[in-house]
């Protein structure tokens, strides 16, 4: 298995500018995860979706940023307008939920994001 | 608020000693687990513990899980150049996301 794909690696824009970052999961995995980390805040959870579905977006910092999971093979984090504090490496993970507490975790390469 | 406190936050030592990172908390978790991440990529895990008082090994590595499930250990025997990295806790209370801790550089030199 591949692992999940992150894309782009990095991505270096201009303050106001839309930014789009994608993820493809592992094949078979049911729940999807997003993460932003920075030096000051660590690992941060922005949003998960189980199933395609939207469980628990409470990290999402602003209205800025939206995620979607269209179907169970690609998921897709965007913010617009970007500012420079929205500069950060953002991960994608994947699991699938339901055989045990705890199932692990499997992350991306992460995306290195530079808003200028 | 940082529901899970690492510490040290850095810590540099010599290849062949011994230390011991502490992942603490107020809260009780279901289950905790340690990755471990190197630079340019996302974390990897390296153990999960369920059972308040459970150790696992790991090579040289032991996990240790408190017996209120609050707080969790990892100790490193003769420490190793290939051991540094960034080490991550994360509590998992049953809601289906981890809460990470801020985690731990180490760096171990030859």
């Known amino acids: 298995d591949a692992g999940v794909i992150q894309s782009p690696r990095h991505e270096v824009t201009e303050m106001g500018q839309e930014v789009t970052l994608r993820c493809k999961p592992i094949?078979?995995?049911?729940?999807l995860f997003w993460y932003r980390q920075t030096m000051m805040r660590g690992l941060e959870l922005l949003i998960y979706f189980n199933n395609n579905v939207p469980i628990d977006d409470s990290g999402m910092p602003e209205d800025r940023f939206s995620a979607k999971m269209p179907n169970a093979s690609f998921s897709t984090l965007k913010i617009q307008p970007s500012e420079p504090r929205d500069s950060a490496v953002y991960f994608c993970?994947?699991?699938?939920?339901?055989?045990?507490?705890?199932?692990?975790?499997?992350f991306g390469p992460g995306t290195r994001l530079t808003v200028l | 608020t940082q529901l899970l406190e690492q510490s040290p936050q850095f810590l540099s030592i010599q290849e062949g000693e011994n230390l011991t990172v502490y992942c603490n908390s107020s809260s009780v978790f279901s289950s905790l687990q340690w990755y471990r991440q190197e630079p340019g990529e996302g974390p990897v895990l390296l153990v999960t513990v369920v059972t308040g008082g459970e150790v696992k090994k790991l090579k040289r590595l032991t996990f240790q899980f408190g017996d209120a499930r609050k707080d969790s250990s990892l100790h490193i025997t003769a420490a190793q150049p290939g051991d540094t990295g960034l080490y991550l806790c994360?509590?998992?209370?049953?809601?289906?996301?981890?809460?990470f801790g801020q985690g731990t550089t180490l760096q171990v030199k030859p």
């Open positions: 094949s078979g995995h049911n729940s």
């Open positions: 994360a509590g998992d209370k049953v809601t289906g996301k981890l809460i």
């Open positions: 993970a994947s699991r699938y939920s339901g055989r045990a507490i705890a199932d692990e975790q499997f």
